[in-house]
């Protein structure tokens, strides 16, 4: 059966790395780094060190920058009008890969990251920066799929460990209501809660 516990386990674990990912700006200012010596720069001709290095177009206008943010390696892509950031692509100190994508408005829309432990995970907001859906894969690679209206999660669905499929409705508290699932043979079952999460009845 679904457990309630996992229907948040996305925002809430993985919230830090990829949603908080979504909402983090940024805006350090940047400078080549010194060659260690003389040498190294005979040695290494091809070699770059800087904390920030920004891409413009033939006209001049900024369409791309790779920069050190926080200690934290960072690439951004903007618009044409070399102001609005429409993707990013970073790794956290945290070891948490993801990518951000934004709208011609520059408002986050969408996050995929992949967390140091190897959790995988998707989420996607409206132009209000509402969390609308969110798709995961836990560690033990089992799959949640939740779609969420204004409030929060509505319908969750997910398969277990044990491979077992199930199907949950919550009211809008965020409390389960009904839940179909599949037992490990195969076996059908429906589970209706009321207002407070607490089971009722069960068919069959």
């Known amino acids: 059966m679904i457990n309630r516990d996992r229907l948040m386990n996305f925002a809430v674990g993985l919230g830090g790395g990829i949603l908080g990912a979504v909402i983090v700006s940024s805006g350090v200012p940047g400078r080549l780094l010194p060659v260690a010596s003389a040498e190294a720069a005979i040695h290494h001709p091809r070699v770059l060190a800087a ?69 995988a995970g998707l989420a996607l907001l409206d132009r209000t920066q509402r969390l609308r859906a969110t798709f995961d894969v836990a560690i033990g690679g089992e799959p949640t799929l939740r779609l969420y209206d204004e409030k929060g999660p509505r319908i969750g669905l997910d398969i277990t460990e044990a491979g077992s499929p199930g199907l949950a409705l919550l009211g809008a508290t965020g409390k389960t209501r009904a839940a179909l699932v599949l037992s490990a043979d195969s076996n059908p079952s429906l589970s209706m809660y009321d207002a407070g999460g607490n089971p009722i009845t069960t068919i069959p």
């Open 51 to 119: 904390e920030q290095i920004v891409l413009v177009d033939r006209l001049g206008v900024k369409r791309a920058e790779l920069l050190m943010q926080r200690g934290e390696p960072l690439l951004e892509f903007y618009g044409p009008n070399g102001k609005t950031e429409r993707a990013s692509l970073g790794v956290d100190l945290k070891g948490t890969a993801r990518a951000r994508f934004f709208s011609s408005n520059g408002i986050p829309q969408a996050a995929l990251g992949v967390t140091g432990e190897g959790r």
